[in-house]
């Protein structure tokens, strides 16, 4: 079993470390604010799934606070003209909003000579052909990478975790994003309520056929956080919360499943601790990482008994 991490795509690529800066654009959610729905996806938070991102205000006040949050990250010995960083509009939809606002947003932090990319987290119902022109453009100059929050492909899931659009719509979008020569990140959560073990890896499979060499995949675990509507629902009637060992073993199988050619951009999900009703034992991040980490390598030292 062989996988490429998205640290071994950035070494692989840029031949350094590289961190995400988590920004925000200042749009909001046609899932929330009335134009699909009002309540969003049942499991997102009022931070729009983007919980430590920094929040709205001028982008190089948030250049400068999200490149502080990060540089504890980078070693001592690398000085701070040499640190590259990947931009990451993650919480909302961004794009949706102003085409044109956005572009000079966009631009204006590609303009920055150790932002080396884009990652413009969005809904596959929400680019517009002008939009789509835009994202092509700023493509020619640096990498801008297209995150889509899929989920799940079980179209009873979608609508229990009310999404808001159905797969063909993610088909099409994805069709069209290709066709513009961009690379799509899909975002899949392990762990939605009413799915069997088979229904994820199913969503997985899918992903491994239909997704073109480069493009990422980012495996989340589900959270039931605090004033959520699946808050709600888990309260009103509980429904199975997975183990780490069961996350850890979807885990595993999910990258036997995935070509070695796509990007793994993230193997658990990160919900704030303080609005984290279920699984607890999500909130030891360190024992998480360590659990799949360890899974992971003997898995790789089975499969291939040299490595
Ligand atoms: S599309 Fe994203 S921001 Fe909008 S409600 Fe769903 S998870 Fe939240």
Redesign the pocket.
Known sequence: MNYTSLSDYFKSTYHTKVYKLSLSSGCS?P??DGKIATG??T??SAG??GDFAAPFTDIEDQLRFAKEKVDGKFSKSIPKEERRYFAYFQ???NTYGDPQRLKGLYERVLQEPDILGLSIGT?PDCISEEMLGILAELNRKKPIWVEL?LQTIKEESAKRIR??YELPVFEETYRRLKEANLTVVVHLILGLPGESEGDMKDSVSYLARMLSPGDGVKLQLLHVLKGTKLAEEYEEEPFHILTLEEYTRLVVDALRILPENLVIHRITGDGPKSLLIEPKWSGDKKRVLNTLNQAIKNAVREESPTA
Do not use: A
């Open positions: 959610c899932n929330r969003g996806c499991f997102c729009g799934s919480s909302y939809t809904r929050g999404r808001g």
